[in-house]
């Protein structure tokens, strides 16, 4: 496994060269001991360190939780924190840069050893985590169907290139909003509006895949036939968490889409071709 780095931010309340060298002991690499939180974001962007150790009390024009909240916006480097005391008032301004962890002193070298695997555990599983997400957005981005996420409320949390072409809905605008406001679906034959597939599995909790036959009443007027499935998405409990729907054109055509009329005509002209007769007006 590759050797962890750690950026150690300390001041006064820190024996520096015992703390360096006692964790250099433990197998970690601390490449350099910032003494100011403005020389920990410039030697942050040198050394790309996996976690950093900060004195909660640095002195100087950043104390060690605005210097924890900078490394974490501009480098994403998490923080534990080490203290000389732990009063409320001081963990409760540490906790909102939601640190790794928090260490008060006196402490051993086995409670430390212990604080920093347990950090560095978290920051792999969240770092896997943020990977899988990102393979995820490029897959859903670069897939030719439409798709669209949404929150157990039938609001709008994710929406593909493909969606936004299909249903006219820019993905900023349809964001947050009702998934009924953007997906409306018709009956072909009876032109009734039909039951939104999304808001089916939100209720129900089971995939559907409405029958054939429907249309996708976009936002510019345009009706577009179209396949449709809707998913549910569950947590590691089997709670219902989102619903994933998931829309195929079913005429694939080079020219530009047809009003509902137009369309109708050039299915005709398809069919006439087939069959090898003039087609009708």
């Not at 950026?7 to 250099?24: C, K, N, R, T, Y």
């Not at 906790?95 to 950090?119: Q, S």
């Not at 929150?151 to 593909?160: E, I, K, N, R």
């Amino acid at each position: 496994m590759t050797q962890a780095t750690i950026l150690v931010v300390g001041g006064e309340s820190i024996i520096v060269q015992d703390f360096e060298s006692g964790l250099e002991s433990m197998g970690y690499d601390v490449p350099v001991v910032a003494a100011s939180g403005e020389e920990a974001l410039r030697q942050a962007g040198e050394v790309r360190p996996d976690l950093a150790l900060i004195d909660i009390n640095l002195r100087g024009e950043m104390d060690g939780i605005e210097t924890a909240a900078r490394l974490r916006e501009l480098f994403g480097v998490p923080p534990v924190y080490l203290a000389a005391h732990g009063d409320q008032e001081t963990f409760d301004r540490a906790r909102i840069t939601e640190p790794f962890g928090y260490i008060v002193r006196p402490f051993d070298a086995r409670d430390l050893y212990i604080t920093i695997e347990m950090a560095l555990y978290r920051r792999r599983t969240e770092s896997r985590f943020k990977q899988s997400e990102r393979w995820l957005a490029a897959l859903l981005h670069a897939t030719a169907d439409a798709v669209i996420a949404v929150s157990t409320a039938g609001l709008v949390l994710f929406m593909s290139p493909a969606a936004e072409e299909l249903t006219g809905w820019r993905r900023e605008a349809a964001l947050g909003e009702d998934i009924t406001a953007i997906l409306e679906i018709v009956n072909e034959e009876t032109r009734e509006r039909a039951a939104n597939p999304v808001t089916e599995v939100l209720r129900k909790g089971e995939a559907l895949v409405p029958p054939g036959g429907f249309q996708l009443a976009s936002r510019d007027g345009q009706e577009i036939p179209v396949d449709c499935r809707a998913v549910p998405i569950r947590d590691d409990r089997g709670a219902l968490t989102a619903a994933l729907v998931i829309l195929r054109e079913t005429l694939q055509s080079e020219a530009p889409r047809l009003d509902n009329q137009g369309r109708k005509q050039a299915e005709r002209v398809l069919v006439a071709r087939q069959a090898g007769a003039a087609p009708s007006r």
